[in-house]
């Protein structure tokens, strides 16, 4: 368990992944030097993960499926091997009829249907049922606004592959990488960021920080689905949200410190004038959670 201090460092660094030392010591009253290093075991333990995550427009993974996966035999197993699909960017261990729930990504609705007869097939999966995103509402870990017209060149595909290794990668070590000056390379890195094309952030383990209860959820609306998806958003224990085709109009996922609090976070979507049904699965085990894409290496 963190202590509130690390607690902070973690939740800043999910807000923005490249914050300086001086920003984050700021933020907790701590010295420079102290703050470096307590971030520095942070991700040496594992805690947290820095990673730059590319827009889907941009990687051309713009079909997102939300899938809920019945097992016929040990749902661990199966989710295991849901997990390895290379479609699939998150895959849980839930309770409820349908104890596998994985996300995919894909090109386009042609790619994202084949994707899912893969993982149809896969040895342990009797069923699956498919919620296909047409929008993402609210996402902790990604970029959800839409992008313009964006022109990469080489310099800055390389750029985006190596903050997706590290998202906390030193201007020097990339400036060495692509060829540039350090001035250059932190002026191509801020406009890539801030135009939405790469959103740096940090992944934390749940259990470490605190936030040890998930669950994902599916809504049914009775009025203005756009409404009711803008004020479940705005709730504090929403991370994700997405708009689509199924049996639910909304899906999402919560987290909380504890069970009661995640009972108050599902309670609070309940309560909504909107939802007209609410069924949640708590999710007992995260198997899978990695939004790195293949990019070119142009250089």
Partial sequence: MLD????????????????????????VGLSRTAVRARVQSLLEHGVVRVVGIVHAQVIGASAVGHLAVTSAGPARETAREVAAHPAVCFAGLTTGPRPVLAEARARDDASLAEAVDEIRQLPGVAAVEVFRTAEVVKDAHSVVRGLGEVALDDIDWRLLQELQRDGRAPYTRLAGI???????????????????????????????????ELAAFGVVVGGSVRKAAKEIAALEGVRYLSAGFGRFDLVGRAEAGSAAGLGDVLDAVRSLTQVRELDSWQVLEVVKESYAADLPDRL
């Fill in 4 to 27: 509130a201090v690390d607690s902070v460092l973690v939740r800043e660094l999910q807000r923005d992944g490249r914050a300086t030392f001086q920003a984050l010591a700021d933020r």
């Fill in 178 to 212: 692509i060829g540039l000056s350090q001035a250059a390379t932190r002026a191509r890195v801020v406009r890539l960021m801030r135009s939405g094309v790469i959103q740096v952030t940090g992944l934390a383990d749940p259990a470490s920080l605190g936030s040890q």
